[in-house]
């Protein structure tokens, strides 16, 4: 093989660890005790482990994504809020995304769920799911409802119930949860209906979350790779700043968010568990 036919294969073999497709084409964690290492926006999950697909008061969606796995805080946390929507009659919850199998930057526009700490819950907590588990066909199709009337900018009441308000309660409320992102419609409407505001703290408006809510566990401890956030606020939240998103979404166009940022650098460590057996 001349030098030119070898420079070509290690061009061809080189991976950058950025590349979200290289990411998202790893099938299995890899076999390492459980760590987080950097951001939601930028990091990755050692050790991961798998939510399965269907338990106690929950069901995984689009399956074939491969986004159902999470450090084990996190997969842990799914399963108790499921059982805790069953013991409380709310309903059985659809799961969206958690983590790639070992996170890292997804190949779509979704630019969190990297480390292993995020998972996405749908609002709709469809009767059918209590009855059964959802089939291949409708876990790849069944479309998650807006609670929001964009028109309006009020929520749907044919689909936002006591039932969704308890489910974000019980979330908010969960003490590993760092926070959780709801579209500010949402937020505005527990700030005017809600007697005890103080659970409030940690559900913060944001862009979009019309259909899903996102759920940022923190960092678990001992774990010194992983990335907090910036802390939230004091307050409910309930305040200027939801003015400002309420305004900002009106004006929008679509509601559409600013542009992203350019991809971020993963921490070096993750190098390694991308490559890892
Ligand atoms: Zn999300």
Redesign the pocket.
């Given at each position: 093989m001349g030098v030119i036919a070898l420079l070509a294969l290690f061009a061809t073999l080189w991976v950058p660890a950025a590349a979200a497709n290289s990411w998202s084409h790893v099938t299995t964690p890899n076999h390492a005790p459980p760590e987080v290492i950097g951001s939601p926006a930028a990091g990755c999950v050692s050790g991961a482990v798998i939510l399965p697909p269907t338990g106690v008061g929950y069901q995984v969606m689009r399956l074939s994504r491969h986004r159902n796995y999470g450090h084990p805080s996190l997969i842990h946390f799914v399963r108790t809020l499921g059982e805790a929507l069953v013991t409380n009659h709310t309903g059985v919850m659809l799961v969206g995304?958690l983590s790639q199998p070992r996170g890292g930057p997804t190949a779509s526009l979704?630019r969190?769920?990297q480390n292993g700490l995020?998972v996405?819950l749908w609002y709709w907590l469809p009767d059918v799911a209590r009855e059964r588990h959802l089939d291949d066909d409708e876990v790849e199709t069944l479309a998650a409802p807006s609670m929001v009337n964009r028109a309006s900018q009020s929520l749907d009441l044919t689909h936002w119930t006591s039932a969704q308000v308890e489910l974000v309660r019980l979330v908010a409320t969960s003490p590993e949860v760092d926070r959780i992102f709801v579209n500010p419609v949402i937020k505005k409407t527990l700030c005017e209906q809600e007697s005890d505001r103080g659970w409030l703290h940690t559900v913060r408006p944001w862009w979009g979350h019309d259909d899903h809510l996102?759920v940022r566990l923190h960092c678990p401890p001992g774990n010194e790779a992983c990335v907090s956030q910036k802390p939230i606020p004091t307050g409910d939240g309930c305040d200027s700043e939801l003015d400002w998103w309420l305004q900002a979404i009106a004006t929008a166009p679509k509601a559409a968010p600013p542009p992203p940022p350019p991809a971020p650098v993963l921490p070096a460590a993750c190098e390694s568990v991308l490559h890892a057996h």
């Amino acid at each position: 093989m001349g030098v030119i036919a070898l420079l070509a294969l290690f061009a061809t073999l080189w991976v950058p660890a950025a590349a979200a497709n290289s990411w998202s084409h790893v099938t299995t964690p890899n076999h390492a005790p459980p760590e987080v290492i950097g951001s939601p926006a930028a990091g990755c999950v050692s050790g991961a482990v798998i939510l399965p697909p269907t338990g106690v008061g929950y069901q995984v969606m689009r399956l074939s994504r491969h986004r159902n796995y999470g450090h084990p805080s996190l997969i842990h946390f799914v399963r108790t809020l499921g059982e805790a929507l069953v013991t409380n009659h709310t309903g059985v919850m659809l799961v969206g995304d958690l983590s790639q199998p070992r996170g890292g930057p997804t190949a779509s526009l979704h630019r969190s769920h990297q480390n292993g700490l995020d998972v996405d819950l749908w609002y709709w907590l469809p009767d059918v799911a209590r009855e059964r588990h959802l089939d291949d066909d409708e876990v790849e199709t069944l479309a998650a409802p807006s609670m929001v009337n964009r028109a309006s900018q009020s929520l749907d009441l044919t689909h936002w119930t006591s039932a969704q308000v308890e489910l974000v309660r019980l979330v908010a409320t969960s003490p590993e949860v760092d926070r959780i992102f709801v579209n500010p419609v949402i937020k505005k409407t527990l700030c005017e209906q809600e007697s005890d505001r103080g659970w409030l703290h940690t559900v913060r408006p944001w862009w979009g979350h019309d259909d899903h809510l996102h759920v940022r566990l923190h960092c678990p401890p001992g774990n010194e790779a992983c990335v907090s956030q910036k802390p939230i606020p004091t307050g409910d939240g309930c305040d200027s700043e939801l003015d400002w998103w309420l305004q900002a979404i009106a004006t929008a166009p679509k509601a559409a968010p600013p542009p992203p940022p350019p991809a971020p650098v993963l921490p070096a460590a993750c190098e390694s568990v991308l490559h890892a057996h």
